[in-house]
């Protein structure tokens, strides 16, 4: 059964930096993109970032831009959340997400990782 594994979140003061990993394992067959998703308390899942395998293509929410960046190391299989300037509007639970749109199409969650801005 493939697996994402998140790691790296906590509790950082405003204006500090956090960066997420996300590890997958034993996918039989590569994802098309790569995303970070979260959601904080009494709100939706919303999208933060996705990188598109093959061409390294980014796209990221409005709220992010600028201080987040997102990156994959494909060796390692791992993707990275890089948050810098953090907001305690961007504390939630950050998921990682591998989507595949060909056959045989999946889509993969992991646990999700705490992140807490508060001073």
Known sequence: QAQLVESGGGLVQPGGSLRLSCVASRFTFSSDVMSWY??????????????????GDTIYADSVKGRFTISSDNGKMTVYLQMNILKPEDTAVYFCNANRGRIPKY?????????????
Do not use: C, D, F, M
């Open 107 to 119: 889509n993969y969650w992991g646990q999700g990782t705490q992140v807490t801005v508060s001073s």
């Open 38 to 55: 979260r959601q904080a308390p009494g709100k939706e899942r919303e999208l933060v970032a996705a990188i598109w395998s093959t061409s």
